[in-house]
């Protein structure tokens, strides 16, 4: 049987089809029904479908000629000046097929240097007669003025958890995954509501039979929340050869990443029973044992001498 990655096989194919952010996309079909575009500037976190919505736009205004009018390119691969003056000015100087223009799709474009950010903003001026740009971007502060001015902006919002139930349910069914409630909640809880991460989790974890929170954790060789938040409270409650004993679990026996177990005490903290003070101070020593590590410390070490830390704290 052909392999497929589900991220492109359930990919939305028309803007209908694109899980929720209505707010783009009720705009966006308007112009599509005038048959034709302003440059657009789409912003927001990874995962919630600015690729998507762009692909879209491309099949609906060009139909069979989508893919000869459509030029993607991955700005953080390729972000000097160089890509701008060749390989993206080539493209938008020829004629469009079947169409009155054609579109440049930037991905990433936050990534172009200063420089290269000045040059696409000559070569938007002076094709602008047969070619549209769209620019995606996690950060919109990190495009140059000059070329937000020239673009229509939307901003993408991270998805909810009934956002990515109703689109992983819709490849559940059609692909003949059991699943149970808890198996959902933790793709939500793991992605953030980036489908493509949950997307991508989902295929890992339905090589493990049925799907429930224990085996998506698995295939993301990812700690529990509640063994992270266990080895904290041993640590504000003194008992320390209990959090050393859990904290070992999780590096050895379970074989997570110093980062990894780190970054989730940082979002398990908010959620202790303890004062906001108290949560401040944890927030502080998590800060710095973080940048240790990033720093190439040890993650046993480091993460040892943060428990001992939580424990003068308790």
């Known amino acids: 049987m052909k392999f497929e990655i589900w991220t492109e096989k359930y990919r939305p194919k028309r803007l209908d089809e694109v899980i ?15 048959g034709s575009i302003p440059n657009l500037l789409f912003a927001g ?3 919630v479908g600015k690729t998507t919505v762009a692909l879209c736009l491309a099949k609906e205004l060009f139909g069979e000629h989508w893919q000869e009018n459509f030029q993607e390119t991955n ?6 000046i160089n890509v701008i ?7 938008a100087r020829t004629k469009p097929i ?4 054609k579109i440049v799709f930037l991905d990433e474009s936050d990534a172009l240097t200063p420089e290269a950010q000045q040059a696409l903003r000559r070569t938007m001026e002076r094709f602008s007669n047969i070619c549209r740009f769209i620019l995606s971007c996690n950060y919109s502060s990190h495009i140059i003025e000059p070329i937000q001015s020239r673009c229509a902006i939307f901003r993408f919002k ?27 909640s933790a793709l939500f809880e793991i992605s953030e509501g980036d489908l493509r991460s949950a997307t991508n989790l989902l295929q890992a974890a339905s090589t493990l039979g049925k799907i429930t929170r224990d085996s998506i954790y698995e295939a993301a060789s990812l700690a529990k929340p509640e063994d992270i938040k266990e080895m904290i409270k041993y640590a504000l409650n003194g008992e320390f050869d209990k ?18 177990i780190i970054k989730n005490m940082h979002r398990l903290i908010y959620e202790l029973q303890i004062p906001n003070e108290k949560k ?30 939580f424990m003068s704290l308790s």
């Open 98 to 101: 079947g169409a009155d223009f």
């Open 280 to 309: 401040i101070e944890l927030l502080s020593k998590v800060a710095e044992y973080e940048f240790r590590l990033n720093q190439g410390g040890s993650a046993e070490i480091q993460l040892e001498a943060l428990l001992a830390q």
């Open 158 to 184: 991270r998805l909810s958890k009934e956002d990515v139930k109703a689109y992983i349910k819709r490849i559940v069914e059609n692909e003949g995954i059991e699943i149970d409630e808890s198996g959902y």
């Open 85 to 91: 003056r060749g390989r993206i000015k080539d493209f």
């Open 75 to 80: 700005a953080s691969d390729e972000r000097g």
């Open 45 to 47: 976190p990874a995962g």
């Open 243 to 260: 959090a050393k004993e859990k904290l070992y679990d999780l590096l050895i026996n379970q074989g997570l990443a110093g980062e990894d």
């Open 20 to 34: 929720n952010q209505r707010h783009v996309v009720s705009r966006l079909k308007v112009w599509v029904k005038a």
